[in-house]
């Protein structure tokens, strides 16, 4: 056995005996994106497209953070699926991991094409949604009362308006 091999496994058993729950605490981890969602940006590889799926998955997060009980058209549920479910703090964070990764995705788009015509329109894009979004978003702030949610809230918020501020 490498020695490389038998370090890497004794600090994996080290950490499993300072805390048993941490395995656990990791395959746990939620999805920011639902599974139609997933779809939806494996479908759409165009970048003003697959932007425009992740700033309404955005927003789907916003419409039940605003209000618990929204609903939504049967066509949209059949595209979009059902509405995403969990704690103001779940869908804050899960918020903010959409805008990272779309973020990322321009980032990639920009070092492959600069000048690619769709990353202009989806810069755009990303950018309106993003700034309509942020009044939302800070209207959510008398409503969060745990501190943590309090955290992801301001975190959102940054986020959205890095995205606001955008340029090629």
Same mark, same amino acid.
């Given at each position: 056995?490498?020695?490389?091999?038998?370090?890497?496994?004794k600090v994996l058993?080290l950490g499993?005996?300072?805390?048993?729950?941490l395995?656990?605490?990791?395959?746990?981890?939620? +999805?920011?994106?639902t599974?139609k969602?997933?779809?939806?940006v494996?479908?759409?590889? #165009?970048? $003003?497209?697959?932007?425009?799926?992740?700033m309404?998955?955005?927003?789907?997060r916003l419409?039940?953070?605003? $209000?618990?009980?929204?609903?939504?058209?049967?066509? #949209?549920?059949?595209?979009w699926?059902?509405l995403?479910k969990? *704690?103001?703090?779940?869908?804050?964070q899960?918020y903010?991991?959409?805008?990272?990764?779309?973020? #990322?995705?321009? +980032? +990639?788009a920009?070092?492959r094409?600069s000048?690619h015509?769709s990353? #202009?329109?989806?810069v755009?894009?990303?950018?309106?949604?993003a *700034?309509?979004?942020?009044?939302?978003?800070?209207?959510?702030a008398?409503?969060?009362?745990? +501190?943590?949610?309090q955290r992801?809230?301001?975190?959102a918020?940054?986020?959205?308006?890095?995205?606001?501020?955008?340029?090629?």
């Open positions: 056995m490498s020695s490389i091999f038998m370090l890497i496994t058993l499993a005996v300072i805390d048993p729950h395995p656990a605490l990791q395959s746990q981890q939620r +999805d920011h994106l599974e969602e997933i779809d939806l494996k479908a759409n590889q #165009e970048i $003003d497209m697959r932007t425009e799926v992740f309404r998955a955005a927003e789907r419409v039940v953070l605003t $209000d618990p009980q929204a609903t939504q058209k049967k066509k #949209e549920e059949e595209i699926g059902p995403p969990g *704690t103001p703090l779940e869908l804050l899960d903010k991991r959409i805008l990272e990764e779309l973020e #990322e995705k321009l +980032d +990639d920009l070092n094409d000048r015509p990353l #202009e329109k989806a755009k894009i990303a950018k309106d949604s *700034t309509s979004q942020l009044e939302r978003l800070r209207a959510l008398p409503k969060v009362t745990d +501190d943590r949610a992801a809230l301001r975190e918020i940054e986020e959205a308006q890095l995205v606001a501020k955008a340029t090629l």
